[in-house]
């Protein structure tokens, strides 16, 4: 703490999912298995789509991106959980909890556009088959990734920088495993009427523009798959589509209970924020590679040469 005319927080303490010390080894367990995965999975399809020149199109580009999106997520919440638990210490000072506050928005939001814009991939790909390499082509993919980026990074800095202007002078310690701009509020001595309202119009916003686009992209993809004459034709597009689906859902699931509604806590609150912390990570790789046979083949080639690698250097 320090002091000067009145006391002022310089450091915070992350309370965790539990106070009860075999329940945290449960969970540094299960939380560091899950790192693990998450890293590997994301990592294993971005390589492999690298690797394989047949994955280098726009639906595939897309996907190393949500990828690369998905472990840095992880990596901005889990590591510090784990660190704190094999310190026994969890205090986290106060620039490096905004710092986490805006990376988590700033990849948060733009996952939320990413999974937008594979929508809008997919609507090309199968209502405008003819003109998708024009309207897709890999400038435009760039220019889109570039944008979404972009886009997070606002959001990021809209949600952050009201929260550095709060006045924070005790108590200090924060219900949850990472920081964040609804426990942060909580905390705060000063209003938080503008920050909560800012927090609240921005994630509903970039929530509702990004729903928009995935339900009428989905709408006209429904429509033109329902005019295929052919049984397999259509189970085959929609199979193609189903993965999107499903990582829709869980990522809006979490994100709509926690962001959309008025400043208020559940107990459930931080469950649910390990869901879209880790949970999603973990399972965006295993929804791509088990529905779709040309990630799975790229993998298949993957481990093919790296058991060659291996096999010429014991030699």
């Known amino acids: 703490m320090a002091v000067s005319n009145e006391t002022r927080v310089t450091e915070f303490i992350l309370l965790g999912l539990s106070s009860d010390p075999d329940l945290q080894i449960v969970f540094f367990v299960q939380f560091l298995v899950m790192y693990l995965l998450a890293i590997t999975g994301n990592l294993l399809i971005i390589i492999a789509i690298y690797v394989d020149s047949q994955l280098h199109i726009p639906m595939y580009f897309l996907l190393s991106n949500l990828s690369f999106i998905d472990l840095s997520f992880a990596t901005v919440t889990v590591p510090k959980f784990l660190v704190n638990f094999l310190e026994q210490s969890r205090t986290i000072n106060f620039s490096d ?38 309207i897709m082509n890999r400038r435009a993919c760039l220019l889109l990734v570039v944008s979404i980026w972009t886009a997070g990074f606002v959001h990021a800095f809209t949600q952050v920088f009201p929260s550095t202007l709060l006045t924070f002078c005790g108590p200090n310690e924060i219900d949850h495993f990472f920081c964040d701009v609804l426990p942060l509020s909580f905390l705060a001595c000063s209003s938080t009427f503008v920050t909560d309202t800012l927090a609240m119009i921005n994630s509903g916003l970039i929530a509702l523009s990004c729903f928009l686009v995935v339900s009428i992209s989905y709408a006209y993809i429904i429509s033109s798959v329902l005019k295929i004459r052919s049984a397999e034709g259509r189970q085959k597009t929609f199979s193609t589509c189903a993965s999107h689906i499903l990582v829709v859902t869980l990522f809006f699931g979490p994100s709509v209970f926690i962001y959309l509604r008025p400043s208020v806590t559940f107990s459930g609150d931080k469950m649910v924020a390990v869901f879209y912390a880790i949970v999603t990570p973990v399972l965006n790789p295993c929804i791509y590679t088990l529905r779709n046979k040309k990630v799975k083949r790229a993998m298949k080639k993957l481990g093919s040469r790296n058991v060659s690698f291996l096999k010429k250097q014991i030699k």
């Open 97 to 134: 909890c905004i710092a986490q506050v805006f990376f988590i928005h700033l990849l948060g939001g733009t996952e939320c556009f990413q999974l937008g814009l594979m929508a809008y991939d997919r609507y090309v790909a199968i209502c405008n088959p003819l003109r998708y390499t024009t």
